[in-house]
């Protein structure tokens, strides 16, 4: 079921003025500072609010430079006018729950990345790869390597796609591989929804 956010002032204008400020309160700020960590948090799910639920294939990797395959199956990008840096930061499973994982086990992975969904008030349910979706989201495909995470997602034509890494390439399939870039094998399937504005 999808969450709405009741944001003041009730338009999507709010939540991008919102996304604005917050950009520019994190410039001013160390890095390694703990309240950088949370307005970058706030501003990872006010850029959640503004995406979407079925996200069409898009190659543009201007939208989705210095993200990673994590902030690419969530959709997240950075509004017109504002430097993409800040996606470099974050977006690793359990990051944003403070429970990063590095070269983790399956286990380690697949709770930092409920952990996430906590946190960014997203619903996720594990779903077959050729089911239709049933709660309003689309799917999500996890991968695991030896010591790496990759992540895909299902597009609205029913394409999946990823971002390679950091790199500025994006690739699509017409069916879900079971085996992707060589060696990350594919683990779990899920159909998120994200919380949308009201």
Not at 53 to 80: L, M, R, T, W
Not at 102 to 111: A, P, Q, V
């Amino acid at each position: 079921m999808v969450q709405f956010f009741v944001i003041k002032g009730g338009t999507m204008k709010e939540v991008y003025d919102k996304i604005y400020g917050l950009y520019n309160e994190i410039l001013k700020i160390p890095m390694d500072s703990p309240k950088y960590f949370e307005l970058y948090k706030e501003y990872i799910k006010l850029l959640i609010l503004i995406s979407l639920n079925n996200p069409s294939f898009n190659d543009d990797v201007k939208k989705y430079i210095n993200g990673n395959c994590y902030s690419y199956a969530f959709d997240i990008f950075n509004p017109e006018g504002i430097s993409n840096v800040i996606l470099q930061l974050g977006l690793n499973v359990g990051y944003l729950s403070r429970n990063l994982v590095y070269n983790g086990t399956k286990e380690k992975y697949l709770y930092g990345l409920a952990k996430d969904f906590e946190e960014l008030n997203i619903d996720s349910y594990e779903i077959s790869s050729d089911l239709p979706n049933e709660h309003g989201g689309y799917k999500i495909a996890f991968y695991l390597s030896f010591n790496d995470f990759h992540f895909l997602r299902q597009n609205s034509d029913g394409s999946w796609s990823h971002k390679v890494g950091y790199l500025n390439r994006i690739d699509k399939f017409d069916t879900l591989p079971n085996i992707v870039n060589g060696n990350y094998e594919l683990i779990k399937v899920l159909e998120i929804v994200k919380p949308k504005v009201r």
